[in-house]
């Protein structure tokens, strides 16, 4: 029994058959135009609260506005 998913592919992939669409390329197309139904569907998210922010005293340490270090590049094992 394929899913709704499958079903929608496949009928997508035989309107396109006659002109010459492959399997791949329906997927691609059907993916456009499928619309997710029931418990597959995502749930809608929430955003993230924001912490409140807690006003520094002035008279703390400056902070020094250095640039982030770049991270190397990893070498490639030597075969």
């Known amino acids: 029994m394929p899913s709704a998913w499958v079903k929608h ?3 997508v992939y035989q309107k396109g058959k006659a002109k010459g669409l492959t ?17 597959a569907a995502p749930a ?3 955003g993230r609260k924001k912490k409140a922010s807690k006003e520094e005293p002035e ?4 902070e020094v506005d250095e640039s982030p270090k770049k991270r190397r590049r990893k070498k490639k094992a030597a075969f």
């Open 23 to 39: 399997y791949k390329a329906a997927m691609v197309k059907a993916k456009a135009t499928y619309k997710r139904q029931g418990a």
């Open 44 to 46: 809608k998210k929430k």
């Open 59 to 62: 008279d703390e340490v400056e």
């Open 9 to 11: 592919v496949q009928s």
